[in-house]
C-alpha cells in the first residue's frame, strides 16, 4: 500500500473527528472540524495515509472575500510522526494548490501557548502579523476568536 496524500473527502469526517482529541492529549479540538470543512474545501485540504491509516491532515481553503488570499484552518500530525517532514510537506502541497487559484499568501492562527506550531509556522516561512499585546514574549491578539481566546496570527507570501 505504502503512503498516499489525497484531497479530503466528506467520508473522511468521522476518521479525523474520532483522533483528532487524542492527537491534542485529551484536548477538545474535535468540534473545531465541523463536516462542512470536509464536504466544502476537498480542493484544498488533505490527507496523508499509510497503509490506510491516516497519519496527517490538513483543513485549508481559499478565501471568498479577500482576493488573493488562502486560509489554513487545521493541521494535525500523528503525535508519533512528528518531525518526519509531514506537516511541510502537506503545507507545500496547500501552497501549490492555492496558488494555482491566484493566492498570494496565506494566513493561520496558533495559540500562543503552542510553542511548537509558532516554531513551526516560522520555519515555514510565516511572519507574525502585527498584534496588540504581548504575553511571554509572543505576540498575540486578544480576544481574537473570543473572550479569553488569544491568538498568534501569522501570514506567508507565496512566490511562484
Known sequence: MGTTVRAIRESDHEKVTSVVNEWWEGRNMAWLLPR?????????????????????????FVSQSREGEAYIH????HP????EGIGRRLYELFFEEVEKKGCTRVGCITSPVNE??????????????ESDADIDGVPVHR??????????????????
Do not use: Q
Open 36 to 60: 462542512l470543512f470536509f464536504r466544502h474545501f476537498g480542493d484544498t485540504s488533505f490527507v496523508m495515509e499509510e497503509d490506510r491509516e491516516l497519519v496527517a491532515f490538513l483543513i485549508g
Open 74 to 77: 487545521f493541521v494535525g500530525v
Open 80 to 83: 508519533g510522526r512528528r518531525k
Open 116 to 129: 511548537g506550531s509558532i516554531a513551526f509556522h516560522k520555519a515555514m516561512g510565516f511572519s507574525l502579523k
Open 143 to 160: 480576544n481574537y476568536d473570543g473572550p479569553d481566546r488569544d491568538r498568534v496570527v501569522f501570514e506567508r507570501m507565496l512566490y511562484s
